[in-house]
């Protein structure tokens, strides 16, 4: 059974940092692409950053955290990493771990076939 658990998510200040975790258990990690998703209340669910299991782990962000957000992972530990910078206050939302066996960093959701639970990152004035 495939595992997706997301953890590191809170309440920021505008200008502060996070770190998101999300370990996974049950997939072949090392082959497997990862995507960080977000969803804002009344909003659909936006792509915000991938990296691929292969192409030496080629990261894809959205144009709205480029520059800000950076995506890694750790084979090693079955673990993907968002760390947020410069946060602002539109970048609150519920923040999704997804997992593909696709070599592309798809901006599709429907690329993904799994999915952690979410955690809140809020990011206040």
């Known amino acids: 059974q495939v595992q997706l658990v997301e953890s590191g998510g809170g309440l920021v200040q505008a200008g502060d940092s996070l770190r998101a975790s999300c370990a996974a258990s049950?997939?072949?990690?090392?082959?497997?692409?990862m995507g960080w998703f977000r969803q804002a209340p009344g909003k659909e669910r936006e792509f915000v950053a991938a990296i691929r299991w292969w192409s030496a782990g080629r990261t894809d962000y959205a144009d709205s955290v480029k520059g800000r957000f950076t995506i890694s992972r750790d084979n090693a530990k079955n673990t993907v990493y968002l760390q947020m910078d410069s946060l602002k206050l539109e970048d609150s939302a519920v923040y999704y771990c997804?997992?593909?066996?696709?070599?592309?960093?798809?901006?599709?959701?429907?690329?993904?076939?799994?999915w952690g639970q979410g955690i809140q990152v809020t990011v206040s004035s």
């Open positions: 049950g997939l072949t990690f090392s082959r497997s692409t």
């Open positions: 997804a997992a593909t066996y696709s070599g592309t960093s798809s901006h599709n959701s429907n690329d993904y076939y799994y």
